[in-house]
């Protein structure tokens, strides 16, 4: 069992930056691929970023591409996305998701086994 926590969400201007965790529980972290989804209102959980196993593959969504940045800390079992250049269509609620069973980034949903709460991100114009 993985246990993700979010932290790190809240309100920020347009153009502003912002950068939001995901501490994970359970001593294989370092197995793990991590990915980030958001829900942006009345829509559908969408892609975002991923990064593998070892954090030298990365993978994002072309509307964060350039924008968004995300690392892992395996010794401390903590994912970020560090979210630069925000814009209002980026508000959402931002979710950190582990896939266990291959450690390879992918964008597809369903390859994830662990989700996290979620953690609400604002962008104000």
């Known amino acids: 069992q993985v246990q993700l926590v979010e932290s790190g969400g809240g309100l920020v201007q347009a153009g502003g930056s912002l950068r939001v965790s995901c501490a994970a529980s359970?001593?294989?972290?370092?197995?793990?691929?991590m990915g980030w989804f958001r829900r942006l209102s009345g829509k559908e959980r969408e892609f975002v970023a991923a990064?593998?196993?070892?954090?030298?593959?990365?993978y994002y969504a072309d509307s964060v591409k350039g924008r968004f940045t995300i690392s892992r800390d395996n010794a401390k079992n903590t994912v970020y996305l560090q979210m630069n250049s925000l814009k209002p269509e980026d508000t959402a609620v931002y979710y950190c998701a582990a896939e266990t069973r291959r450690g390879m980034a992918t964008s597809r949903i369903n390859d994830y086994d662990y989700w996290g709460q979620g953690t609400q991100v604002t962008v104000s114009s």
């Open positions: 990064i593998g196993w070892s954090g030298t593959s990365t």
């Open positions: 359970g001593r294989t972290f370092s197995r793990y691929a």
